[in-house]
């Protein structure tokens, strides 16, 4: 059974849980799901992957950072200390991938700028194409970050009108939509398959 563990401080969390399993009973693999909320829901659960769903990322900072959850630096650790673990981030999850705010590393060798497009109003919803999906995928843009450099080592993972909207580094996975939030389970089943290749 592949544990994937889902960073609960604030956001978009529920639905990545229904677009997991959605996507877990499409390739007929049983996952179990792990709510994060504290570093010790971290060590208990074990995870084999993990996602960072979107939301408000400097509250997910202040929550994450406080001494009562202490989440965000063991999650931090989590990908660090070994580099082949699955781990998706969308938008606000992708802000914190790229900047960790730790005085360490980026977990994906990109720069990021918050609330890139402008405000809620400017949110939007549009067709992006996935060079990693190798096809259209329905972009869901809310308050969205946009990468404003992005290393040679990084592969695009998804495109909008030209410009990159999806990074992947091995096996990080930084989105700046929000893929839950449409029917299309790709990203997620890509995450299932990448934690069965190293974990299955
Ligand atoms: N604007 C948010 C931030 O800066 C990200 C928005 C999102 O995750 N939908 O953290």
Redesign the pocket.
């Known amino acids: 059974m592949l544990r994937i563990g889902l960073v609960m401080l604030q ?2 969390r529920h639905v990545h849980m229904s677009a997991l399993q959605r996507a877990a009973d499409e390739c007929s693999i049983e996952i179990s799901l792990h709510e994060l909320r504290m570093a010790s829901d971290l060590v208990e659960a074990d995870p084999h992957a993990l996602v960072l769903p ?5 509250t ?1 900072r202040l929550t994450g950072n406080h001494e009562t959850s202490g989440l965000l630096p063991a999650v931090f650790d989590w990908i660090r200390n070994d580099p082949s673990r699955p781990v998706l981030g ?4 992708a ?1 914190l991938l790229s900047d960790p705010q730790d005085g360490g590393a980026p977990l994906i060798p990109a720069s990021i700028d ?2 890139a497009y402008g405000s809620q109003s400017d949110s939007f919803q549009d067709e992006v194409y996935s060079e990693m999906l190798g096809r259209e995928f329905p972009g869901v843009f ?4 946009r990468f404003d450099s992005i290393d040679d080592s990084a592969q695009v993972a998804a495109t909008h009108e030209g410009e990159v909207v999806g990074i992947r580094h091995g096996n990080r996975l930084a989105l700046t939509f ?1 893929p839950e939030l449409s029917t299309d389970t790709g990203f997620h089943r890509w995450l299932i398959e990448a934690t069965v290749e190293v974990s299955g």
Not at 54 to 58: D, F, I, K, N, V
Request: aromatic letters at 0%; a positive charge.
């Open positions: 956001g978009a979107g939301g408000e990322s400097t997910m969308t938008c606000a999850g802000i918050r609330n809310i308050r969205a970050p929000h």
